[in-house]
């Protein structure tokens, strides 16, 4: 008897979804979605029974009217997409990216004065992790600079790097942002490389000028709005306390009508009381014309007033299905719906990311503040407990390696068994660390939420796949996925 012969198969570690009247598996060691024909589809439904010999399987298929080689070819699919096992697979382990992991983008926090005093703001409010008292509150040229050069210094070969300007109030410090524009394009041209930018700001500083020099310059902009004045105006306020809306609405409107060469998107931040997603996504789409609107929920500790709690947040799961019934349509009909909720898990799934962490902090991405210090991202910024360095001495390697182990899959124990940590991977270090006080904890107070989530999305991806693909090469190519 071979090796082959004697092996004992049974069911890998996966997901299942219907989508479209077929069947799925979401594959998780890998990654991937697998559509199982009928042969393929029996053969889960007998493993689902007890695991069962090689040779017991072949001839269960071949007495139902397989031919041998069919039987043969059918286990080695399946056996080799991981949807069978082995008695004796180990999972493996998922590698930590190298110590050396070139860096793609850098986001530059260009001041943290803010125009805005928006009561849940992670970088002001109760939550903050940010000591910024005796540093700089602008960024100055030279600090740019260096960052700029540290950017292309630490991205290794790649052809193209990312700049993101951030505050505070991102246009507070406008000069900067235009010297760096230049710096930065100068420096990447003369070594043969491209750089791109986009920029966070609360729209309130918009000029006819600025919007001219973002669309000139291909600068990606995304406004941070949470909707009609009812309910942008809750907590996105001034120092007086009076509401942003109606200064900031006319500037979107000519922000958009006149920023031609990228979309703008709007970033909505949910929070007790402003839940209301399908009437927040059709003003900010339809009446104002943003191009994607995304959502997310405020990161904050659960007794905060703002907060959105459990009930809550199955409202706002509630809404989110509306939505993305509303982009399946779209892209059934071939067009691109602006929910880009949606829109970013699909892109994941199209690449089949499998995560060693939730996101690019500390590893593709870093963050660098006013004083030119080194954070995880934008929201550690200026944080003492946080900073991995400055940018006058680079990445301090043993704090990087601290925060990324830390953060590292493998750590967290209770996503072990979970088959949606290919994309959640435990969820934003700094949610974390504002929940649990530990950048590397899961966040497990949201897993069954995430988990729908992901099965919607999963469906959403099935069923394009099923039946209109080219919807997603289509999709893949705008969003220059490779
Ligand atoms: S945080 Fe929760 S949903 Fe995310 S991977 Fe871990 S167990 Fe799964
Ligand atoms: S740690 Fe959180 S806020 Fe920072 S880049 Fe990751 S997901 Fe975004």
């Known amino acids: 008897m071979t090796a082959t012969e004697s092996r004992s198969y049974r069911l890998g570690e996966f997901h ?109 409010g109760e939550d903050k992790v940010a000591t910024p008292e005796g540093k700089p509150k602008f960024m100055d040229m030279e600090t740019a600079r260096a960052s700029v050069d540290f950017l292309l210094g630490q991205s290794g070969t790649r052809q193209s790097v990312h700049i993101t300007f951030f505050g505070g109030e991102t246009l507070m410090n406008f000069p900067l942002l235009k010297g760096v524009v230049a710096y930065a394009t100068e420096q990447a041209a003369a070594q043969g490389r491209a750089v791109d930018f986009s920029l966070t700001t609360n729209a309130t500083l918009l000029t006819p000028a600025i919007i001219e020099f973002l669309s000139e310059n291909r600068i990606g902009v995304t406004v941070s709005m949470d909707g009609p004045p009812d309910l942008h105006d809750k907590l996105r306020v001034f120092a007086n306390g009076r509401g942003s809306y109606d200064i900031i609405e006319p500037r979107v409107k000519a922000l958009i009508a006149n920023h031609r060469t990228r979309p703008i998107t709007a970033r909505v931040t949910l929070t007790n009381g402003v839940t209301d997603v399908v009437r927040i996504y ?95 991202c934008h929201r550690f910024v200026d944080s003492d407990t946080h900073s991995l360095g400055h940018i006058s001495t680079g990445i301090d390697r043993e704090k990087q390696s601290d925060f990324l182990t830390r953060g590292h899959i493998n750590s967290k124990y209770d996503c072990h068994t979970c088959w949606a940590r290919p994309l959640c991977a435990g969820g934003c270090h700094h949610e974390a660390f504002v929940r649990y006080g530990d950048t590397g904890h899961a966040n497990l107070h949201y897993c069954d939420w995430i988990r729908d989530w992901t099965d919607t999305c999963l469906r959403i991806y099935g069923a394009v796949s099923a039946v209109n693909p080219g919807f997603l090469e289509q999709f893949a190519e705008r969003k220059a996925l490779s």
């Open 16 to 124: 299942s979804f219907e989508a479209a009247g077929r069947r799925f598996l979401y594959l998780v060691p890998a990654g991937a979605v697998f559509e199982l024909d009928d042969a393929a589809e029996k053969l889960v439904a007998r493993l689902s029974l007890g695991d069962a010999a090689h040779d017991e399987l072949m001839s269960e298929l071949v007495s139902k009217g397989y031919s041998y080689p069919d039987a043969d070819e059918l286990l080695g699919e399946l056996y080799h997409s991981h949807v069978i096992v082995t008695g004796e697979t180990v999972r493996e382990p998922l590698a930590n990216p190298p110590a050396d992991f070139p860096l793609q983008s850098l986001v530059m926090n260009l001041t943290n004065q803010c125009n805005l005093s928006c009561t849940y703001c992670y970088e002001f």
């Open 282 to 376: 059709r003003h900010l789409k339809q009446d104002l014309g943003f191009h994607e609107i995304g959502f997310a929920p405020v990161t904050t500790s659960p007794d905060r007033l703002y907060s959105i709690n459990e009930k809550g947040m199955d409202g706002v799961l509630e809404q989110f299905h509306i939505l993305a019934d509303e982009w399946l349509e779209f892209a059934l009909r071939g067009e691109m719906h602006g929910f880009s909720n949606v829109s970013d898990t699909i892109a994941e799934l199209i690449q089949g990311v499998n995560k060693s962490h939730p996101c690019g902090a500390a590893l593709g991405l870093v963050g660098v503040g006013p004083s030119g210090d080194i954070a995880p």
